[in-house]
């Protein structure tokens, strides 16, 4: 009798539960949990002592360590998002979304690294080996390094850590992102209504017209924060721009994102060795080590966009660095991790930061030194004048712009002997005009010819890299 009365009961509760969710959709939702506990990656489990040896144990016990995270919800969370469209590289996911105001995206915290392999390698033992490698990554690192951008005034995404569930309304692309963590992050921190360029586009302007200047101070200071979290992976690729226009000049700024080797470390043997060769990948230490390995990739971008600073502007630049981040606001970046992975090694990556950014002072203008001992300047396909202006002290050199009939200034730095060797024109042809005053000693002034530009000209080497994905 009792479980007669007991079915009849569930039955009835069933039944209602069924109507209030059909009436009433929101009423059910709203009792859904609002946080879960899960690990990043619970595959990254502690090695045996051979796989620790050559592949280390890395940051394995952050990917295996569950957190408490809230739960995404694409018509709930920070009051609901349309989504836009699929995206993301090799190894990421991502999705783009439209929120109240603002554009948003998801990217997915686990990497996989299949089809950023070689068609030949991708069912071999070695994508098993190279996935297992994305253990030294940090998977939580965004959370500290946009907050460090945020101290330094730097345009940057703001990333917050989430965890969809097959409840999180996202249809058809719930395969890619169900039961994944992920960051949500503003697609591009811009005044509503601005859209990023592209690097792609921003180098198209520069090539074609010499209105456009890209404001080589904030881009310095994006690239010490870089150098600070030990981010190698900074391409052509990982930026987008902001731009504004004033007195007829377009101005760019650049918006760093994707901070997903910030802080990589790993104690293998194979990205030890791996390091002799790709020396960007030595990983995030106290020691900076040579600022020139882990830029690497960034090197042709570099020489573009910081050809017009002199060692004051580094120094003013990397005191600012040291004053905006202090102690106690590298203390408070650290603590936006979850609490279970702070306690892992919270404290240790906060006294490494610090350590680095003392360091950082004296290396950086080391990379200052390295940059200009050799000076490429790259003119447009719009008519340009140089003046160079050579005394036994030092040499000035000025471009202009001849598009309108008065010239406008658009360069300009002081050339010392001693830190200056070459300085590179490229890019000018019978349309510009360049005039030299004064007794040429050092720096030598190179005016590349045509067919050896491939080998000087920054801009084209760094458009080629970017349409090749180098």
């Known amino acids: 009798m009792h479980r007669a009365y007991r079915n009849l009961y569930l039955s009835i509760s069933c039944l209602l539960s069924l109507i209030l969710n059909c009436i009433f959709p929101g009423a059910i939702a709203a009792q859904q949990v609002d946080t879960v506990v899960v690990a990043a990656n619970a595959h990254y489990k502690r090695p045996f002592i051979i796989k620790q040896l050559f592949l280390g144990s890395n940051y394995r016990k952050e990917w295996r360590t569950p957190v408490k995270v809230p739960v995404f919800n694409l018509g709930n969370t920070q009051g609901g998002f349309t989504v836009i469209k699929e995206g993301g590289g090799?190894?990421?996911?991502?999705?783009?979304?439209?929120?109240?105001?603002?554009?948003?995206?998801?990217?997915?915290?686990?990497?996989?690294?299949?089809k950023a392999l070689p068609p030949s390698l991708r069912n071999t033992p070695v994508k098993n080996i190279v996935q297992d490698l994305v253990s030294a990554s940090y998977p939580y690192a965004p959370l500290v390094v946009s907050e460090l951008a945020r101290a330094l005034g730097i345009v940057a995404p703001y990333s917050n850590l989430y965890y969809v569930q097959a409840s999180a309304g996202i249809g058809e692309y719930q395969d890619d992102f169900t039961n994944q963590m992920v960051f949500l992050e503003e697609s591009h921190p811009l005044p509503q209504g601005m859209k990023p360029e592209s690097t792609e586009d921003v180098f198209k302007d520069l090539k074609k017209d010499d209105r456009g200047i890209v404001l080589q101070k904030h881009y310095l200071r994006v690239r010490l924060l870089d150098m600070l979290v030990a981010d190698w992976d900074r391409h052509e690729d990982q930026w987008k721009w902001g731009k504004y226009d004033s007195a007829g000049r377009t101005y760019y700024y650049i918006i760093?994102?994707?901070?997903?080797?910030?802080?990589?470390?790993?104690?293998?043997?194979?990205?030890?060795?791996?390091?002799?060769?790709?020396p960007y990948?030595?990983?995030?230490?106290?020691?900076?080590?040579?600022?020139?390995?882990?830029?690497?990739?960034?090197?042709?971008?570099?020489?573009?966009?910081?050809?017009?600073?002199?060692?004051?502007?580094?120094?003013?630049?990397?005191?600012?660095?040291?004053?905006?981040?202090?102690?106690?606001?590298?203390?408070?970046?650290?603590?936006?991790?979850?609490?279970?992975?702070?306690?892992?090694?919270?404290?240790?990556?906060?006294?490494?930061?610090?350590?680095?950014?003392?360091?950082?002072?004296?290396?950086?203008?080391?990379?200052?030194?390295?940059?200009?001992?050799?000076i490429y300047l790259t003119g447009s396909e719009?008519?340009?004048?140089?003046?160079?202006?050579?005394?036994?002290?030092?040499?000035?050199?000025?471009?202009?712009?001849?598009?309108?009939?008065?010239?406008?200034?658009?360069?300009?730095?002081?050339?010392?002997?001693?830190?200056?060797?070459?300085?590179?024109?490229?890019?000018?042809?019978?349309?510009?005009?360049?005039?030299?005053?004064?007794?040429?000693?050092?720096?030598?002034?190179?005016?590349?010819?045509?067919?050896?530009?491939?080998?000087?000209?920054?801009?084209?080497?760094?458009?080629?890299?970017?349409?090749?994905?180098?």
Request: proline share 3%; hydrophobic share 35%.
């Open 382 to 470: 719009a008519k340009e004048h140089v003046t160079i202006q050579c005394t036994a002290d030092h040499t000035d050199v000025s471009i202009y712009s001849c598009k309108n009939a008065d010239q406008c200034l658009i360069f300009h730095r002081r050339f010392y002997p001693h830190s200056t060797r070459h300085i590179y024109l490229v890019g000018y042809d019978d349309d510009d005009t360049i005039d030299i005053a004064g007794k040429e000693n050092k720096p030598k002034i190179v005016k590349v010819p045509k067919e050896k530009e491939k080998d000087y000209n920054m801009l084209a080497i760094a458009m080629w890299r970017l349409k090749h994905k180098h």
């Open 256 to 278: 760093p994102f994707d901070r997903d080797q910030a802080f990589f470390k790993s104690n293998g043997l194979v990205v030890k060795a791996g390091s002799m060769f790709v």
């Open 281 to 374: 990948v030595k990983g995030f230490r106290a020691k900076l080590g040579f600022l020139t390995d882990l830029t690497r990739l960034s090197r042709y971008i570099d020489r573009m966009f910081l050809n017009e600073l002199e060692e004051q502007d580094w120094r003013e630049a990397l005191q600012e660095v040291h004053d905006k981040l202090s102690d106690s606001v590298i203390d408070a970046a650290c603590l936006r991790l979850p609490p279970e992975i702070y306690a892992i090694r919270g404290r240790k990556i906060a006294s490494i930061l610090k350590r680095r950014r003392d360091a950082l002072t004296d290396q950086g203008l080391e990379y200052y030194r390295y940059l200009a001992q050799n």
């Open 90 to 114: 090799k190894q990421t996911k991502s999705l783009q979304m439209h929120g109240r105001e603002k554009d948003y995206v998801i990217r997915t915290i686990n990497k996989n690294v299949y």
